[in-house]
């Protein structure tokens, strides 16, 4: 009987949820682009791709944040985006005519609902700048624009299917 379950798990492809960017990398330092105008960035969202969602989600959240800030520090979050969606464009966070159809982007710790690009305390170190893709169950959240990560983050867990995260750093 052992065999047969090995078999079975052998022959049933797995599939992984992933997400990509042309704009940055996996513990690589972000660009200019993507740094908060604050600390002479840009503060244009990366473009974002993704695939392998598993059956049964409903939506998608886009969670941006910084866990070696003091206290944490959440610099984008959007939910609500369509099942069908395969990623976002470049600059999306700046204007919300570029998110899909349906999409809500939650308040960032920079008190805004939009994207705030990484902008640590000079001196502080290295920064990990957590970009998580979430699979939910459910097609829409209890939430509005004026609510934060804190409030958004249990929810997610909660209803998560699956996670994809891209983790590039920054420091200045």
């Not at 969606?85 to 809500?104: C, D």
């Amino acid at each position: 009987m052992k065999w047969l379950v090995a078999l079975i798990a052998l022959s049933v492809p797995a599939s992984a949820m992933e997400m990509t960017s042309h704009d940055m990398a996996d513990g690589a330092m972000l660009s200019t682009q993507q740094v908060h105008g604050d600390c002479n960035g840009d503060n244009i969202s990366p473009a974002l791709a993704w695939s392998g969602a598993p059956a049964g989600t409903k939506s998608f959240a886009l969670t941006v944040y910084d866990p070696d800030a003091s206290g944490g520090w959440w610099h984008w979050i959007v939910f609500d985006i369509p099942p069908g969606t395969r990623g976002l464009a470049q600059g999306a966070g700046a204007n919300p005519s570029q998110l899909p159809a349906g999409s809500i982007e939650g308040q960032n710790d920079f008190q805004r609902s939009a994207y705030g690009g990484a902008c640590p305390p000079p001196g502080s170190g290295i920064h990990h700048y957590r970009f998580t893709l979430w699979a939910l169950d459910t097609a829409s959240l209890p939430f509005d624009t004026g609510s934060g990560g804190g409030d958004i983050a249990p929810f997610l867990k909660k209803h998560a299917l699956a996670t994809a995260t891209l983790t590039p750093v920054y420091r200045r």
